[in-house]
């Protein structure tokens, strides 16, 4: 039998975080979550989805490819991005990653770094989430991904209150993540009502809110060496929009 995943879908659009941000990104994105933080926008991919064969994946994704012709700073265009849910639930996504990197793709992967991130390709691009209080999955956080970094990878801290900030800023400090790879500081966008899956974690009581102006002050009174990044695809489409 050959190899599988369990697909919820594939498309072409633009990269909306990250350092790619705006770069042409092809978003496979896997079906499950083992998680259920209190900000998640995709939980229609805790269950939806189908199974599809590592070649029908392949296919899909080499047609939405065609007539790109370009590179940016020596990474092919389109970009591949293994998203979910959580990629990293399934293990055959890990050969398949490894596959688009033989066929000479940027393959970047969103994880929340509850998994172990030592099982990828070491050409495989890793944006790890590093969980926040408000989360309500702090501690699921794997620390033993840490030792793992490489500087082509990147962490991610999603922050919705000032405990979530206080936080991050203490966790950059103690293990000195600016000396390992890019840290990327992403305001958490409210979510619209349809949107409040009710298998979702609450935001732990006591927090305050944080804007995003607010954030933004915050990271340049305290010199932080991060890269602060809205979610841009929903400034550009409806903030539920799908195959964006």
């Not at 039998?1 to 369990?6: E, P």
């Not at 990474?75 to 990629?87: K, N, Q």
Request: hydrophobic share 40%; proline share 6%; with cysteine.
């Amino acid at each position: 039998m050959s190899a599988s995943l369990v697909v919820n879908e594939i498309y072409l659009s633009l990269q909306g975080e990250s350092t790619f941000a705006g770069l042409p990104c092809i978003f496979v994105r896997l079906t499950a979550c083992n998680l259920r933080c209190s900000y998640c926008d995709t939980a229609y991919a805790f269950t939806e989805g189908k199974r599809r064969s590592f070649e029908e994946i392949q296919a899909e994704v080499t047609k939405l490819a065609a007539n790109y012709h370009a590179q940016v700073s020596g990474h092919r265009l389109p970009l591949i991005e293994f998203t979910g849910g959580e990629p990293l639930l399934q293990p055959a996504a890990a050969a398949l990653m490894k596959l688009f990197c033989d066929d000479g793709f940027t393959v970047l992967v969103e994880t929340s770094g509850a998994h172990d991130i030592s099982v990828l390709d070491p050409r495989v691009r890793r944006i790890m989430d590093l969980k926040s209080p408000s989360s309500g999955e702090v501690a699921r956080n794997r620390w033993e991904n840490l030792r793992h970094l490489r500087p082509t990878d990147e962490v991610k801290f999603v922050l919705g209150t000032r405990e979530d900030y206080a936080w991050a800023k203490g966790i950059l400090a103690e293990h000195r993540l600016a000396e390992l790879c890019p840290l990327l500081l992403s305001w958490v966008a409210p979510l619209l009502p349809h949107q409040q899956d009710k298998s979702l974690k609450a935001v732990p009581a006591g927090q305050t809110p944080i804007g995003r102006q607010e954030l933004v002050n915050a990271i340049i009174a305290d010199r932080l060496p991060v890269r602060f990044q809205l979610q841009m695809h929903k400034f550009i489409w409806p903030p539920d929009e799908r195959g964006v």
